[in-house]
């Protein structure tokens, strides 16, 4: 079967770390751009970090840039999320696209339009 699958969500204190896993079956992910995606409640999806398999290029949202670290091993990506705030609350989403070659274009892209993507791990950051 297709498909990405994320894990390692929960509930973390702030300044607290989480490491989130999206792992890809029925595929490989060379060739592709991997990005991880997030959707707090009544707020817009946003593109967190992408990394292409192509060149090894990473991306960061300001907003995280300093305190996450995406990487990738075979056929999983791994975002790592240090420094945790109450604002980092939010479903996060792993998606894949081979026809999206920038990082920068992967992570503000519409990941609906994306080849794969999975369904999502919910992080919690409260005291």
């Known amino acids: 079967q297709v498909q990405l699958v994320e894990s390692g969500g929960g509930l973390v204190q702030p300044g607290g770390s989480l490491k989130l896993s999206c792992a890809a079956s029925?595929?490989?992910?060379?060739?592709?751009?991997i990005g991880w995606f997030r959707q707090a409640p009544g707020k817009e999806r946003e593109g967190v970090s992408c990394?292409?398999?192509?060149?090894?290029t990473i991306y960061y949202a300001g907003s995280v840039k300093g305190r996450f670290t995406i990487s990738r091993d075979k056929n999983t990506v791994y975002l790592q999320m240090n420094s945790l705030k109450p604002e980092d609350t939010a479903a996060y989403y792993c998606?894949?696209?081979?026809?999206?070659?920038?990082?920068?274009?992967?992570?503000?892209?519409?990941?609906?339009?994306?080849?794969?993507w999975g369904n999502g791990t919910l992080v919690t950051v409260s005291s």
């Open positions: 990394i292409s398999s192509w060149d090894g």
């Open positions: 029925g595929f490989t992910l060379d060739y592709y751009v």
């Open positions: 998606a894949a696209d081979s026809d999206i070659r920038s990082v920068y274009g992967m992570c503000h892209a519409n990941i609906v339009a994306m080849d794969y």
